[in-house]
């Protein structure tokens, strides 16, 4: 039986908030951060000394929540290899990231920007593909 990796926690929009997950299998993390403001989700690779943030994407702003005076409910799931991951607030996918294609994929689909470096992380793009979530089924 697989074992399901997840973080789960209750948590106001506009209440500054971190909320971080690590892979079960590698040096990868995923962030969210809620700075009263706006809501990102962050790639993060923990093995990087320094540009550990591989990619950041924009989940929400505040202002436009609806409902923001509830509680709602975060969580960050992992796939069974430890390569994928997905954010879902109250249970609606909003975010995932896949860190062997190197891609985000959300809703939003931005912030959007050249790589540096083309063979790494792609950030010109985060259309969401409901192909990027298919292994929660």
Known sequence: MQQLHMVQETFKPGVPNLI???????????????????????????????GSILDTLHIYNVANVKDRERPSILVIHWSGDGTKC?????????????????????????PNFVPEDPNRWHTADHTWSDDAVAWLS
Do not use: M
């Not at 700075?35 to 000394?49: E, L, P, V």
């Open 20 to 50: 971080s997950s690590d892979s079960p299998t590698s040096f990868f993390s995923a962030y969210f951060e809620d700075d009263g403001d706006t809501g990102y989700f962050y790639a993060i690779d923990r093995s990087r000394s320094s």
């Open 86 to 110: 997905v954010l879902l607030v109250n249970g609606y996918a909003h975010a995932a990231f896949d860190f062997a294609a190197r891609r985000g994929y959300c809703r939003n689909n931005f």
